[in-house]
């Protein structure tokens, strides 16, 4: 069984940061895809950001040079840092594993971006 618990995130002036912590437990293997998505009242979940075991990763336009995935396999953690924020980036933010075929979601965590 694995498991995948989010933190980090919170309220936050426009164009102040936060840190996406998704902490996974169980049986996590060699190659696996891991990614953010958020989903906002009235939207569809969309991902945000995606790396893969071998170091590989992708963005959504909307967060480009804003937004950095990064991951330590060690602590098998990753981790979405999140600069120059925006009303428009308000959402609970989703971790997501993928592996031999499955898939694994965590709780969510709330952001919300206001003045």
């Known amino acids: 069984q694995v498991q995948l618990v989010e933190s980090g995130g919170g309220l936050v002036q426009p164009g102040g940061s936060l840190r996406l912590s998704c902490a996974a437990s169980?049986?996590?293997?060699?190659?696996?895809?891991m990614g953010w998505y958020r989903q906002a009242p009235g939207k569809q979940r969309e991902l945000v950001a995606g790396i893969s075991s071998g170091g590989g990763t992708n963005y959504a336009e909307s967060v480009k040079g804003r937004f950095t995935i990064s991951g330590d396999n060690a602590k098998k953690t990753v981790y979405l840092q999140m600069n120059s924020l925006k009303p428009e980036d308000t959402a609970v933010y989703y971790c997501?594993?993928?592996?031999?075929?499955?898939?694994?979601w965590g709780q969510g965590t709330q952001v919300t971006v206001s003045s």
């Open positions: 997501n594993l993928e592996q031999t075929g499955r898939g694994y």
């Open positions: 169980g049986s996590i293997f060699r190659f696996y895809v």
